[in-house]
């Protein structure tokens, strides 16, 4: 059988599934925040496997008519017979339960505005702000950044704009763990935001902003940022803004052009190629027109 492929604002390509940001965010709305777990709150996950771990998360999101129960899993078995002889004794405060969850919504959710018109991801758990707004100081990759913060010339109020770490920038959209850790150690976490076209692990903490699409190597807003520039992000309505106007946009696009990729045969160049927006999931398809 041969799956027909879909349009590009599709994930999933390869199999065919509709799926797209709305998707996620729709889910995140009617999904509650269950786990205090760090690195947004006070558990680990050694906690969390002693009062039952996921099935036990996984058996109160059943119960409240948010999972399917004839999904078939790995076992063999549904998720309703997997999860039958689970016991959801009280496991309070590491899980709460959906009717008193620790937030009514989930924690990943999704950002657009003029700085990423395709959308951008920022997880919110452990947020104290629901909005930031500051002036950019721009790094063209996460070692530049490392740099700067290493130096310390980082301040209270600043937007770090990491740019060129998405799909085909990194290639193959880089992780930026060491640049937030750094930033928390030095007791910036909270007072400084972050905005990158590269991604972010689960031990991401503070208000930063990953997966900004479209990238900066495509020509997306974020290749036009300058230092200097005020950027918003306001959690309350889902919105990632440059304050730039569009006339000076458009003075800027006009004299764009890409930096110099470092890989210019094999793998990586290969992937460069073929990768597609992080909005689309990052697949690697290649262009047919």
């Known amino acids: 059988m041969q799956l027909e492929v879909q349009p590009m604002q599709y994930f999933s390509k390869e199999i065919g599934v509709h799926l797209d940001l709305r998707d996620f965010e729709r889910i995140r709305k009617r999904t509650p925040h269950l786990a205090d777990t760090r690195p947004g709150g006070m558990y680990v996950m050694v906690d969390l496997d002693r009062v039952g771990g996921v099935p036990v998360?996984?058996?109160?999101?059943?119960?409240?008519?948010?999972?399917?129960?004839?999904?078939?899993?790995?076992?063999?078995?549904?998720?309703?017979?997997?999860?039958q002889k689970i016991s959801q004794t009280s496991s309070e405060p590491v899980i709460y339960s959906c009717e008193k969850p620790l937030h009514p919504e989930g924690t990943l959710k999704i950002l657009k505005g003029t700085?990423?018109?395709?959308?951008?991801?920022?997880?919110?758990?452990?947020?104290?702000?629901?909005?930031?707004?500051?002036?950019?100081?721009?790094?063209?990759?996460?070692?530049?950044?490392?740099?700067?913060?290493?130096?310390?010339?980082?301040?209270?109020?600043?937007?770090?704009?990491?740019?060129?770490?998405?799909?085909?920038?990194?290639?193959?959209?880089?992780?930026?763990?060491?640049?937030?850790?750094?930033?928390?150690?030095?007791?910036?976490?909270?007072?400084?935001?972050?905005?990158?076209?590269?991604?972010?692990?689960?031990?991401?903490?503070?208000?930063?902003?990953?997966?900004?699409?479209?990238?900066?190597?495509?020509?997306?807003?974020?290749?036009?940022?300058?230092?200097?520039?005020?950027?918003?992000?306001?959690?309350d309505n889902g919105k990632i803004d440059l304050k730039v106007s569009s006339t000076e946009l458009n003075r800027r696009r006009k004299s764009w052009k890409p930096i110099k990729t470092k890989y210019k045969v094999g793998v990586l160049a290969k992937y460069r190629l073929l990768a597609r927006s992080a909005s689309e999931g990052a697949v690697t398809i290649p262009s047919l027109k």
């Not at 920022?122 to 930031?132: D, E, N, P, S």
């Not at 900004?212 to 940022?225: D, K």
Request: proline content about 4%; charged content about 25%; glycine content about 14%.
């Open 57 to 83: 998360i996984l058996k109160s999101l059943l119960k409240k008519g948010l999972l399917n129960p004839d999904t078939l899993t790995v076992t063999g078995k549904t998720m309703k017979e997997n999860l």
């Open 115 to 235: 700085l990423a018109p395709e959308g951008a991801v920022i997880k919110i758990a452990g947020l104290q702000r629901t909005r930031f707004e500051g002036f950019a100081k721009v790094f063209n990759s996460e070692e530049g950044a490392f740099e700067a913060i290493s130096k310390q010339e980082i301040k209270k109020g600043d937007v770090i704009v990491i740019r060129y770490e998405g799909p085909k920038g990194g290639p193959g959209m880089r992780e930026m763990l060491a640049v937030t850790a750094a930033l928390v150690g030095q007791g910036l976490g909270t007072e400084v935001s972050m905005v990158t076209d590269g991604r972010f692990s689960g031990a991401t903490r503070g208000f930063m902003v990953g997966h900004v699409s479209p990238e900066a190597t495509v020509g997306g807003p974020i290749s036009l940022v300058r230092k200097g520039d005020k950027i918003s992000i306001d959690l």
